[in-house]
């Protein structure tokens, strides 16, 4: 009895063609495989980097306390709960806008650029303004805030006359300088995300 591979007989030209596609079939696994974990090496050390680095975040702007015309501060939240005729005449309302290390090293000689005005901007105005705040370095998962205060007036003319608030932070990090940034048009009760940015 004859196996199958018998009926090929002596027939060199077939083996030949038949070891010549196994080869090529034998080829491509392996650089298929190996073009696969090349991406792979290749996003877990754009993973390790992301990990490996300062990485600020920021959250949107936020109402924190009200200062009373005479003089004392309140919580925004126990302001907003005490009933109108109860509520106290409020001069000012202090603002923060919450930004935080998320890497695993620290965020040395980080600059800070406040932008508070009338009308919408965006990114671009930052690149315009060299006069930085320089703050304090940031350790990994330590939160920090900037904070600002509006007229209580303003404020509570918000959603008829918004305001734009912007922040951009560069900060040092192994692979050179990094940028984050955000863009805010606030409006009372529900601020508005016009940009962000994170490098």
Known sequence: MCDWWCLLGNNSDQLTAIG???TAILVGIIG????????????????????????????????????LKNGDVMAYETFQKTPLQNRPD???????IPYRNGGQLVAN??????????????????ETIHEEKQILPLAPNQDHYRSF???????????DQPLYVGVSI?????????YSG????????ANEGIDSWFT
């Not at 000689?109 to 930052?126: E, M, V």
């Not at 205060?149 to 959603?159: A, D, H, Q």
């Open 20 to 22: 010549s596609i196994a």
């Open 32 to 67: 298929f495989t190996f073009l696969v974990q090349k991406k792979q090496m290749e996003l877990m050390k754009k993973e390790m980097e992301l990990r490996l680095r300062p990485w600020i975040t920021m959250d949107g702007p936020r109402p924190e306390q009200i200062i």
């Open 90 to 96: 409020a001069e000012t309302v202090v603002m923060s």
């Open 109 to 126: 000689n980080l600059k800070l650029i406040f932008l508070l005005h009338k009308t919408p901007f965006d990114r671009s105005i930052f």
């Open 149 to 159: 205060v509006i007229p209580y007036s303003e404020f509570r003319k918000l959603n």
């Open 170 to 178: 560069s900060y040092d990090t192994e692979y050179g300088r990094a």
């Open 182 to 189: 955000i863009i805010y048009k606030i409006k009372k009760g």
